[in-house]
């Protein structure tokens, strides 16, 4: 076991005031694999306003809330902006401008002595700014978005919920907006969810996920048994809407068939499903399930598109059966686009780096396919590895497998630094990158491609270069088995297919040294 892979041992739905582990190892194939385990991620007076003059900018007002005055009753149960009754500390808005603040003045509640059976609940439509001050609850839903809200939420200090009952950490249902951002000291949040629940997102009661963005802090998510780390819950017909990162520090558990970021666990061939999934900044780790991706879809889950422009993803991984980025078992992904930063994206067993994973079959079944449409990569430094043999589980390239229609673009705009991407299969022979019969391959000048184990698979057809201002693009392939694919060693791709020094691969693009 490395510090850095997640837990895949079942477990039970957390009903106690305890932050423990809540991730499923998920189900089937997944009795083939290897146990392996991961490292969780590292854990006021307010100014009074100026008496107001004609004309001057009205000061912000904060609301102050203290859970340990509610709960002893020595603050009124009902006020401007809330009410609290067993248990529930209920939002209901305040005036544009305002904002809550939520503090627990009793200094026992911690991440591992959590205030059990209370819950957060924002009303619907509300859009009042909230900021938490070392908030650490366990209960059904610790934190609820009600249809319609759409928040801001500052996180300051060490935050945490703990979710049982088959729910989420922190309900972000579809049709609300959930935006979260660094506060003042370790400015942390953890969230983790029951049984379908998602970390941050859906549950069993609504799976689909609202929109959710990241702009800093350090945020830790995990799915419980099914669940995305952040994303949708589990359930037939699941989706998640847009996620996006901007910067922090996050960790990403996806259990049973959930995605770490990205789609819940789809049930009988639905669900699992994602919008957009884009990433600006920030460095990220993100884990999936058995059948699902790090970064992408559930099981089963259809992608629409997953955008990197930067920041470090340091690892990106499904559990088994899926890919590091893209989509699990049943799913397809339209696009997958990055554009900078540097990307590590890995599988455990039986899928794809970047892109999806082939047909298996064992004694529990056969399990459907995943493709990816097309990988378009303008940028950055991108690694994608597949996985080696284990098992029943066959060795697997780092990308692909390409539908066929798909294709996959390597760029590097002028004046940009060099495009650097390695594609490493593990295997000799096994290809580095792979398709269906149709799908197509490019790359220009500028740009660098090394694949290692093979080249690529027979099936995809590595069209001629247009040339243009960046010239020609090269490949570096190693690994025994290349040959028998019609290319070995270093090439250059030719701007015209014709006569040349080298070889011409099986599909008849003429390569040369």
Known sequence: MTPDEPDTESA???????LSEDVSAGEGAAANAEESGMEAAPDALFPTAAPQEENLPVAQALTTLDLADLV?????STGTGYTYSSGTLTLTGLPAGDS???VDGDPAYTPSNLRTNMQIAVSANVATPIELQDICLSSLRPFSLGSGANITLTVSGTNCFQAFGNSAGMHVIAGTALTIQAGTGAASLTSKGSGPGAGIGGDNSIPNSGVITINSGTVDARGGAGGAGIGSGAGAGSSAENITINGGFITAVGSGNGAGIGGGAGVSGTGG?????TINDGDIKAYGGVFASGIGGGRYGHVDAIVINGGIVELARDNFLGAGIGCGSGGFVEDITITGGTINAVNHYGGYGIGGINTYSDANGTYAAGYVKNITITGGIVTATGSAASGTYPPCPGIGPLSADGKLTIETPQGAAATSVT?????????????????????????????????FGDNID??????????IGRCTISGT???????????????TVSAAAGSTDPNKTTWKT
């Not at 590595?462 to 010239?471: D, L, V």
């Not at 088995?481 to 701007?495: C, E, H, K, R, W």
């Open 462 to 471: 590595r069209q001629k270069n247009t040339g243009g201002t960046n010239g």
């Open 72 to 76: 002893a009753g020595s603050i009124p």
């Open 423 to 455: 594609a490493d299969s593990l295997v000799n022979g096994v290809p580095a990158i792979d398709g269906l019969p149709g799908s197509k391959f490019s790359i220009d000048g500028g740009s660098s491609l090394t694949l290692t184990g093979g080249g």
């Open 100 to 102: 809550y603040v939520l």
């Open 481 to 495: 088995g290349a040959v028998a694919q019609g290319i070995d060693g270093t090439y250059s791709m030719l701007t």
């Open 273 to 277: 499903n994602v919008a957009n999934i």
């Open 12 to 18: 039970s739905a957390i009903e106690s005031g305890s």
